[in-house]
């Protein structure tokens, strides 16, 4: 199956709620309160969150003001493209404008964060970049190991501490490492613990601040990984890891039947940050960048 074939699949329950508003559209409706209210409706269980549809909508009322729409299908082609246009943030591109660009990934346990960091370690060495892995959750020895999997197999160096070490001292050795064997990306992983909002800030903080004052500058990227079927929570999960440090991108991994397209427009809208990678499956290729108009035509096209 191709890729663009798996990206339709994933968003099954979503191309559900969308084929109904692609039917609402080849209705002809009305436009009318019955209308906006039937709209509203298929948003909200397409994910894509209260604010998000709110505004959606507003913007579309002011446009049907504007250009005096009459029948749902005009509504209906303009919010086609409103979606892909909230999609579509300046920086998707990954930063390898320094060497070393330094990465942190960022997320809750379990949604796929070292599995992501082991893929794009295989991708960069596939370019003939020189890559080092920094196992800094050194909370869950489990990453540590899973990450050593994915150095080996990937061909990438690995830089990992002592279990209960502090994360920041051992970003900091491998800053040194990487100097020495020239680097030229740095892939972080972060602890993906939550058992309080201050003390996850406290130690991204820091991370940023040792990165900084070694390379002269901040991490290149600092991405968020979240699991693509949690819905409405991996919003509440960027927000968070947006407060405790400023995220360059997002990562959406586990992409399958039960994944809701909505949520991706939610939290580029709330976050104002592009989605650089989206991921479908196990291997290697399934982790590839975020098209905007792919995923617009994987949500729609023959929707009904």
Do not use: C, Y
Request: hydrophobic share 45%; net charge neutral.
């Amino acid at each position: 199956m191709s890729f663009f074939n798996r990206l339709r699949a994933a968003f099954g329950r979503s191309r559900e709620s969308l084929a109904a508003v692609e039917n609402l559209g080849r209705a002809r409706k009305p436009i009318d309160a019955a209308f906006w209210e039937e709209l509203e409706e298929l948003l909200l269980v397409a994910d894509f969150g209260v604010p998000t549809t709110a505004k959606i909508i507003a913007g579309l009322k002011t446009v049907q003001r504007q250009e005096l729409w009459r029948t749902s299908d005009q509504a209906i082609a303009r919010f086609r493209k409103d979606v892909e246009r909230f999609l579509t943030v300046p920086g998707a591109d990954l930063d390898l404008s320094r060497k070393p660009s330094v990465w942190l990934v960022v997320g809750v346990n379990g949604s796929g964060k070292t599995t992501t960091i082991g893929k794009l370690a295989a991708r960069l060495r596939d370019q003939g970049k020189r890559v080092l892995l920094v196992a800094a959750d050194t909370f869950r020895a489990a990453a540590a190991e899973q990450l050593a999997v994915w150095a080996d197999r990937s061909g990438a160096g690995l830089v990992r501490g002592a279990e209960g070490a502090d994360p920041s001292s051992v970003v900091f050795d491998a800053l040194q490492t990487a100097k020495a064997r020239e680097a030229d990306v740095i892939v972080v992983d972060t602890a993906g613990r939550l058992q309080t909002k201050t003390n996850l800030m406290e130690e991204l903080k820091k991370m940023h601040r040792v990165v900084e004052r070694e390379t002269g500058a901040p991490p290149s990227e600092t991405l968020l990984v979240v699991d693509g079927t949690t819905g409405q929570n991996a919003i509440s999960q960027a927000r968070l890891f947006n407060e405790a440090t400023r995220l360059s991108g997002i990562v959406v991994t586990k992409l399958d039947s039960t994944a809701k397209g909505g949520v991706l427009v939610a939290i580029v809208d709330t976050l104002e940050v592009p989605i650089k990678l989206v991921g479908l499956g196990e291997s290697v290729e399934a982790l590839r960048p975020f098209k905007p108009a792919e995923f617009i035509d994987a949500l729609f096209e023959d929707a009904a």
